[in-house]
């Protein structure tokens, strides 16, 4: 109680990433020419440091296009402690 939580994931893969470009140049005329080009990066494996324990699923999450004034003050609201007095010189 009172620590967080710690997580060394065991298969870890060997992160890596992938940067690519391409262009063209096309001259029409002296005065007038096209470029486009593309930039691409693409990362693997990432490791991620900070995992979302308190995640809320899909299905309770709202679909509504509007704020529900209601629902959020009911889960922002401040709730007690449940673990107050558990731990040593903690309140």
Not at 8 to 27: D, I
């Amino acid at each position: 109680m009172g620590q967080t939580v710690s997580f060394l994931n065991p298969e870890m893969k060997n992160p890596y990433s992938l940067r690519w470009t391409f262009g063209v140049q096309h001259s029409f005329t002296s005065n007038l020419l096209l470029e486009v080009s593309y930039i691409g990066n693409h990362a693997v494996h990432l490791p991620v440091s900070v995992t979302q324990l308190n995640v809320i699923p899909r299905q309770f999450l709202s679909t509504s296009p509007t704020p529900d004034a209601t629902l959020a003050g009911t889960l922002t609201g401040t709730v007690a402690n449940p673990f107050a007095g558990l731990l040593p010189g903690k309140t």
